[in-house]
């Protein structure tokens, strides 16, 4: 299936931990996103890659840190979860580097206890 | 003022019901404007896409654009049951790269 997925789809840590999340997309994109959905559903970019070149670094608390190895490719790490990071995380790719026509992925639920 | 003001409902209407879901923007810069599905506990799935002003239809949904008014509307005609999600609006343009979103409107199609 051509499709953005991302792993895991639910993560339950305690404070301070750090973990990750990763995206993959195989409908040869070249540009790759994140974003965050709070508990209201507002979805805010937080940050967007062009062929692994960073091009949308949002107001993010530097404990966020993404990756991208390739341009199928893009990851989330988040150093010393807080409690406030919990949220639903969702990758999301298109063509191009103006944003139209986004694709999502399924989301990364974030619960930190 | 927001850039994106869009009313979050909940809109419950029954099977059958002409739905319409809008949005106003602020940024007269936006040109490209999207409308999203979102099922609960699934991601954001892309339904219509339109640049600039004028109308689009696709099978029941209808997506319009009135940049004069800076407002965009989607219409859903004969809804059913499996339209149940919340809608979201985005649009972005100029030399914003970003898509901004509308917080989303929830909407129930009763059987």
């Known amino acids: 299936d051509t499709a953005v997925s991302q792993t895991p789809k639910y993560l339950v840590t305690q404070m301070g931990n750090d973990k990750s999340i990763k995206c993959e997309q195989n409908l040869g994109h070249d540009t790759m996103y994140w974003y965050k959905q709070d508990s209201k559903k507002f979805l805010k970019i937080m940050f967007s890659y062009n062929n692994k070149e960073l091009i949308i670094n949002e107001t993010v608390p530097n404990r966020f840190s993404p990756k991208s190895p390739d341009k199928a490719h893009l990851n989330l790490h988040i150093n010393s979860l807080e409690l406030g990071d919990s949220a639903v995380y969702f990758c999301?790719?298109?063509?191009?580097?103006?944003?139209?026509?986004?694709?999502f992925g399924p989301g990364t639920r974030l619960t930190v206890l | 003022q927001k850039e994106v003001e869009q009313d979050p409902g909940p809109l419950s209407v029954p099977e059958g019901a002409i739905v319409s879901l809008n949005c106003t923007y602020s940024n007269s810069a936006f040109q490209y404007f999207m409308w999203y599905r979102q099922y609960s506990r699934k991601g954001p799935e892309l339904l219509m896409y339109t640049y600039s002003s004028g109308n689009k239809e696709d099978g029941r949904f209808t997506a319009q654009v009135d940049k004069s008014s800076k407002y965009i509307s989607l219409f859903i005609r004969d809804s059913q049951p499996s339209d149940s999600a919340t809608y979201l609006c985005?649009?972005?343009?100029?030399?914003?790269?970003?898509?901004?979103f509308g917080k989303g409107t929830l909407l129930t199609v009763n059987p």
């Open positions: 985005a649009m972005n343009g100029g030399s914003n790269y970003k898509l901004t």
């Open positions: 999301a790719s298109s063509q191009g580097t103006r944003g139209n026509e986004q694709f």
